[in-house]
């Protein structure tokens, strides 16, 4: 296999081959607060080579001994290592549209090939703001940075999320990256795909037997995905106001995890084997009318409240939040997969800031025992029987089902199975962007977003996102520290059911 061919198996036996690393917005705050520290990582577990080097591109009037400074201070528990491999850290300051900044690129990353032997493998990470990355891309492709893969040699381009705020800036978007770079070459990143938790999903449905039978119409009563987050909006309240819970969260976390939980079974386990089943779960996924949203969608806001015994302010009282603003800080929703594996199975969905705790959880929760023998009284403290796949922050898989009471009397309450990663597996789990980078860096694009998984993903909130922004739906209200707004409670009990919180 040469350096050039991705190494889609999962295997990291040979090592990942030489390459430069070039990341646009080095003096952001994602590069210092993420991409920093993962790298670091790897260079200590000896995950990366010896020829491998990082630029830094930003506006920002640096010089190399300036990067290598922050490079230092953002990892500050890092080895001996880490600062050797800094030490071949360059940087270019510079205008992104502007050619003296991509002739400058063009000599450091030349400078590297020789001195490092980085052997003109290159990476290119765009940590900018998302209105750069057509200009970036257009701009590498002009001053001849994107070819393909030539003579053993990769170029490939990492692209953070949002992809687009709506259907028609996604599609304009994709148009921009694929000028100059082709869609094997484009890895657009959601570190929600790099949690072993969520990888784990595939694992848990394909490699057990006990499992894939249920996981249908026949066993379901309904599943439901809660990404929950106890903080607010925190310095990031211009961003939201742009965003909202819908396009921040549900756009692409949520229906990665959706994808993932709901797909049929791939026929390999390979990066397209994966991403096809995903791509068809998503277009099973039916898509509301406009006059469907008020009953199929809840948008809410906290106000004031108490999170964790102390007080908050509400989201328009954040900063750099309009005092009137009608921007979603929550989202419940009900879906229906349309296939012949989910069809009648209910998909409940919320997500919001200033709830009570932080988790991630997906609940398959199966139908009833056809017949109960015991009296009422007897079962009273019995619930469904319910598979919970926690994905942060305590990961693990938690198996709730009936057992006897000790003593004289046969009751029946719910117990729990619980498996825990970090009680099991005593090394921690690696970060999400330690994964996704070396991935990246391997050419193994498993994990991450492809084209037409996007589209489809802006297919389903589209008419979500057009209903509210033409104020067809209401803003309810939640105080902060509240699972939300009471019509969510009504979303989900119009049939018959009730939201699974996770615990604290």
Same mark, same amino acid.
């Given at each position: 296999?040469?350096?050039?061919?991705?190494?889609? /198996?999962?295997?990291?036996?040979?090592?990942?081959?030489?390459?430069?690393?070039?990341?646009?917005?080095?003096?952001?705050?994602?590069?210092?607060?993420?991409?920093?520290?993962?790298?670091?990582?790897?260079?200590?577990?000896?995950?990366?080579?010896?020829? @491998?080097?990082?630029?830094?591109?930003?506006?920002?009037?640096?010089?190399?001994?300036?990067?290598?400074?922050?490079?230092?201070?953002?990892?500050?528990?890092?080895?001996?290592?880490?600062?050797?491999?800094?030490?071949?850290?360059?940087?270019?300051?510079?205008?992104?549209?502007?050619?003296?900044?991509?002739?400058?690129?063009?000599?450091?990353?030349?400078?590297?090939?020789?001195?490092?032997?980085?052997?003109?493998?290159?990476?290119?990470?765009?940590?900018?703001?998302?209105?750069?990355?057509?200009?970036?891309?257009?701009?590498?492709?002009?001053?001849?940075?994107?070819?393909?893969?030539?003579?053993?040699?990769?170029?490939?381009?990492?692209?953070?999320?949002? @992809?687009?705020?709506?259907?028609?800036?996604?599609?304009?978007? /994709?148009?921009?990256?694929?000028?100059?770079?082709?869609?094997?070459?484009?890895?657009?990143?959601?570190?929600?795909?790099?949690?072993?938790?969520?990888?784990?999903?595939?694992?848990?449905? @394909?490699?057990?037997?006990?499992? $894939?039978?249920?996981?249908?119409?026949?066993?379901?009563?309904?599943?439901?995905?809660?990404?929950?987050?106890?903080?607010?909006?925190?310095?990031?309240?211009?961003?939201?106001?742009?965003?909202?819970?819908?396009? /921040?969260?549900?756009?692409?976390?949520?229906?990665?995890?959706?994808?993932?939980?709901?797909?049929?079974?791939?026929?390999?386990?390979?990066?397209?084997?994966?991403?096809? $089943?995903?791509?068809?779960?998503?277009?099973?996924?039916?898509?509301?009318?406009?006059?469907?949203?008020?009953?199929?969608?809840?948008?809410?806001?906290?106000?004031?409240?108490?999170?964790?015994?102390?007080?908050?302010?509400?989201?328009?009282?954040?900063?750099?939040?309009?005092?009137?603003?009608?921007?979603?800080?929550?989202?419940?929703?009900?879906?229906?997969?349309?296939?012949?594996?989910?069809?009648?199975?209910?998909?409940?969905?919320?997500?919001?800031?200033?709830?009570?705790?932080?988790?991630?959880?997906?609940?398959?929760?199966?139908?009833?025992?056809?017949?109960?023998?015991?009296?009422? =009284?007897?079962?009273?403290?019995?619930?469904?029987?319910?598979?919970?796949?926690?994905?942060?922050?305590?990961?693990?898989?938690?198996?709730?089902?009936?057992?006897?009471?000790?003593?004289?009397?046969?009751?029946?309450?719910?117990?729990?199975?619980?498996?825990?990663?970090?009680?099991?597996?005593?090394?921690?789990?690696?970060?999400?962007?330690? =994964?996704?980078?070396?991935?990246?860096?391997?050419? /193994?694009?498993?994990?991450?977003?492809?084209?037409?998984?996007?589209?489809?993903?802006?297919?389903?909130?589209?008419?979500?996102?057009?209903?509210?922004?033409?104020?067809?739906?209401?803003?309810?209200?939640?105080?902060?520290?509240?699972?939300?707004? $009471?019509?969510?409670?009504?979303?989900?009990?119009?049939?018959?059911?009730?939201?699974?919180?996770?615990?604290?």
């Amino acid at each position: 296999m040469t350096a050039a061919e991705p190494a889609t /198996d999962g295997s990291r036996a040979a090592g990942a081959p030489p390459v430069a690393i070039v990341v646009f917005g080095a003096s952001g705050d994602l590069t210092q607060r993420k991409i920093l520290p993962a790298l670091a990582h790897l260079v200590e577990r000896s995950m990366l080579p010896r020829a @491998f080097s990082v630029v830094g591109v930003a506006r920002t009037p640096w010089n190399d001994e300036d990067f290598q400074r922050v490079a230092i201070q953002s990892v500050p528990d890092a080895g001996p290592q880490w600062r050797e491999a800094v030490s071949r850290f360059r940087y270019v300051a510079g205008e992104y549209g502007h050619p003296d900044t991509f002739e400058s690129l063009r000599q450091v990353l030349e400078g590297a090939d020789q001195e490092h032997g980085t052997a003109g493998n290159r990476l290119f990470y765009l940590a900018t703001l998302p209105a750069m990355f057509g200009v970036l891309a257009d701009a590498l492709g002009k001053h001849g940075m994107a070819s393909a893969a030539t003579s053993g040699r990769f170029t490939r381009l990492v692209v953070e999320k949002p @992809f687009g705020r709506d259907l028609e800036s996604a599609t304009a978007l /994709d148009k921009d990256l694929h000028r100059s770079f082709d869609e094997s070459q484009i890895y657009r990143i959601d570190h929600y795909m790099g949690k072993e938790t969520v990888q784990n999903v595939l694992a848990l449905r @394909f490699a057990n037997a006990v499992f $894939e039978p249920v996981w249908n119409r026949r066993y379901v009563d309904h599943v439901q995905i809660t990404v929950a987050e106890s903080i607010g909006v925190e310095h990031r309240g211009g961003f939201y106001e742009t965003a909202g819970a819908l396009r /921040d969260i549900v756009q692409n976390h949520v229906m990665a995890v959706l994808s993932l939980t709901m797909m049929e079974p791939p026929t390999r386990v390979d990066a397209e084997g994966i991403r096809d $089943e995903k791509v068809k779960l998503l277009r099973a996924v039916e898509i509301l009318d406009l006059d469907q949203v008020a009953t199929h969608a809840v948008r809410g806001q906290y106000v004031a409240g108490s999170v964790d015994g102390a007080r908050v302010a509400g989201y328009r009282e954040e900063d750099d939040v309009d005092p009137a603003s009608r921007i979603e800080t929550f989202v419940a929703m009900r879906l229906h997969v349309d296939n012949w594996r989910w069809a009648g199975v209910p998909v409940y969905v919320r997500t919001g800031k200033r709830l009570p705790v932080r988790a991630t959880e997906v609940a398959l929760q199966f139908r009833p025992v056809p017949h109960l023998p015991f009296s009422g =009284r007897l079962a009273r403290a019995l619930g469904p029987n319910t598979l919970i796949v926690r994905i942060q922050p305590d990961e693990g898989i938690c198996l709730r089902f009936g057992a006897k009471v000790p003593g004289q009397e046969f009751r029946i309450q719910d117990v729990a199975m619980d498996f825990s990663y970090g009680a099991t597996f005593p090394e921690p789990p690696h970060d999400a962007y330690e =994964r996704l980078l070396l991935d990246a860096v391997h050419g /193994d694009p498993t994990l991450f977003i492809r084209t037409d998984e996007v589209d489809q993903a802006w297919r389903i909130v589209s008419p979500i996102l057009d209903a509210w922004e033409a104020g067809e739906a209401p803003l309810s209200r939640y105080p902060a520290g509240t699972w939300g707004p $009471e019509e969510a409670v009504h979303l989900i009990g119009r049939d018959g059911r009730q939201w699974i919180d996770p615990a604290p």
